[in-house]
């Protein structure tokens, strides 16, 4: 748990942040101090979007740097993608003067990460022997590519984060590359680009946000800096993802939402998470549950499952956030953040049940064995596999 007198930590964040509405179009000269040569990896909605990859290689063009083409992803990354992306790189021969653009949502830019590693990395042409506890267990020794990093959803956060997360479905598994230095270099937030993402999505991925915010405010690795930055999230994003679902078009809901996704990253990256981001890999691998749909389920859940030992920092959350009286007792403000968390969940239209979701009681087990990641040993408090089978029973 975290306690206000162990100031002792450590911290990473992209080496530059650029934020606001229609800034894409500084993308051409912020490229240039990366490098002569861009390879692009779009999202598969970014591509179809009014010309958005288009307009990004004009500017590129327009300052010197040459685009190159080399994928368009439209799920969430596996192995296979990031073993061809890299093996296409390495082909190239890539040079110092070379980085990766990555346009689109999580998917787009966790491929982007991953390859940039895996391009100047080939003591193995698989990243599964780079993934923590699946392969070889082999480190990044060479400086991956530089990213720049242009998120056209609010909430994975990855725009801001040390790992990459690649999935395989033979045998099951959702892993993370980590190492500092496949964060960001830069990333460039506009948060414009977000306005096409269609509700459903824009709910699911702002839930991420969300959780994460949350999940790390509370996480047994939570430091100083993220509990500053996770407050000021919550405090954007509670009153701002309905809107931003309702109303996509509107600006004020999408930089709200684009903002508190950055932050949910710089928090996620330094402090860890919790028991939702331990489960929602093992939805997503044993069901195809996409990431941000398992995080707004199995957060309420999760916040109930921990609200004993989380009794101080939720009411104190509920008091900074939601506003509540600093007089109310701590049992009544904790219920009012679990509870307006359940509101949001309701009026945004996220599933509630495992069912909705394609969850059948005889996945149950496997869920629950897979659930035990790096996300889990940040949650507040121990969770037995019994106990995390029972709390998965009653959402199914
Ligand atoms: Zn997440």
Redesign the pocket.
């Known amino acids: 748990m975290y306690r206000e007198n162990t100031l002792d930590y450590d911290f990473v964040a992209p080496r530059r942040i650029i934020f606001g509405w229609g800034r894409r179009r500084e993308v051409g000269t912020l490229g240039r101090t990366l490098g002569s040569r861009a390879f692009l990896i779009c999202g598969s909605r970014t591509l179809m979007d009014a010309g958005v990859a288009d307009e990004i290689s004009e500017r590129l063009r327009a300052e010197g740097v040459e685009p190159v083409a080399v994928e368009v992803i439209s799920h969430e990354p596996e192995v296979d993608d990031v073993d061809r992306v890299a093996a296409q790189f390495r082909e190239r021969k890539v040079a110092a003067d070379d980085f990766i653009l990555a346009v689109g949502g ?1 998917a787009a830019i966790d491929l982007a990460k991953a390859v940039s590693a895996m391009a100047t990395n080939d003591e193995s042409p698989t990243i599964k022997d780079y993934l923590e506890n699946v392969g070889r267990d082999l480190r990044i020794v060479n400086d991956p590519l530089p990213v720049l990093a242009m998120p056209t959803t609010a ?3 990855t725009e801001a984060t040390k790992n990459a997360v690649i999935s395989s479905y033979a045998p099951p598994f959702k892993k993370s590359l980590r190492d500092e230095r496949i964060v960001p270099r830069i990333a460039l937030l506009d948060p414009e680009l977000t306005v096409s993402a269609p509700p459903g999505l824009t709910a699911t991925s702002g839930m ?2 969300i ?2 915010l949350l999940e790390s405010y509370v996480s047994r690795k939570a430091q100083p800096i993220t509990r500053t930055l996770a407050i000021g999230g919550l405090k954007l994003a509670l009153p701002s993802i309905a809107e931003a679902v309702a109303n996509g078009s509107a600006q004020m809901p999408r930089e709200r939402m684009a903002h508190a996704a950055l932050l ?1 990253g710089m928090c ?1 990256a330094n402090s860890g ?1 919790g028991m939702a ?1 331990g489960v ?1 890999p093992a939805l997503g691998v044993h069901c195809r549950v996409p ?2 749909a398992a ?1 707004a389920l199995m957060l309420p859940v999760a916040m109930r499952a921990n609200r004993e030992v989380c009794l101080a920092d939720f009411a104190e959350l509920a008091q900074l956030v939601l506003g509540q009286s600093p007089d109310t007792a701590p049992d009544e403000a904790a219920d009012a953040l679990i509870d307006r968390i359940d509101e949001l969940c309701d009026e945004v239209g996220t599933p509630r049940r495992l069912s909705e979701l394609g969850v059948t009681a005889e996945r149950i087990p496997a869920i629950v064995a897979s659930s035990r990641g790096s996300s889990m040993s940040g949650n507040p408090r121990e969770i037995s596999d019994e106990e995390l089978t029972e709390l998965l029973e009653g959402v199914l």
């Open positions: 999580g909430g994975s956060g991420d946000a959780t994460q949910s996620l998470l981001h929602a990431h941000g995080c």
